[in-house]
């Protein structure tokens, strides 16, 4: 298991950055993972994941929670607007804030619940036709009407596209987060989580990495 080489790096990254210790949160991403990998990431003390489909997730953690304290797992996978209410039962962060029509619901449940997940609004920062998110140009806005509705956002997520320099991506992000005042950057996984640290990522997201490859859902 790679748990203690990743966060080792981790924190190699953090201070080659000159960002102070404890800068970067590590979501261990655990989809499709046997459970005894992550059962044993947790025996060896991680305590934050991250997970992509709510049907798994409803599955696994609920019984883990029992069996370990101070859990917390993040949404990191498109959310349709029919599970937004199962999802804030299951998820303490949610990556992908990235329509309106789940700005919305998510506002209504918030109200009714009266506390709110951590939330980041995902960018489509490549502008690809088949990836979730808002388009860059239209960030802004989304963000303002996200904070209209009473959301509290966090901070911003992206995945940039496969098989690119993520620099490009790491640098756009921030900047809009910059401009609307978030604090919060959800980007890097297991082949770019260090640049994104260099780049101001607060939240790294690394999966095979830590657990090895997953096998095909
Ligand atoms: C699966 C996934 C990850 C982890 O990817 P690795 O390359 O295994 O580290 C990170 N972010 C998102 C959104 C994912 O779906």
Known sequence: MGLEQIKARVAAATQAAGRPEGAVTLIAVSKVQPLERVVATLEAGQRIFGENYVQETAGKWPDLRQQFAGVSVHMIGP??????KTALELFDALHTL?????AEKLARLVQAQ???PEL???????AEPQKAGVLPDQADDFIKAC??????????MCIPPDGED????????AEIAAR?????????????????IA????????GSAIFGTRSAR
């Open 180 to 196: 609307n005042g978030l604090q919060g950057l959800s980007m890097g996984m297991s082949g770019d989580f260090e640049s994104a």
């Open 79 to 84: 959310l349709q607007t029919n599970k937004a």
């Open 147 to 156: 904070q209209l509705m009473d959301l509290p956002v966090a901070g911003l």
């Open 114 to 116: 009266g506390r709110s």
């Open 98 to 102: 990235d329509r309106p029509s789940l």
């Open 199 to 206: 780049h101001g990522a607060t939240h790294v997201r690394v």
């Open 120 to 126: 980041f609004v995902q960018v489509n920062t490549g």
């Open 166 to 173: 993520s620099t490009p991506h790491f640098k756009a992000l």
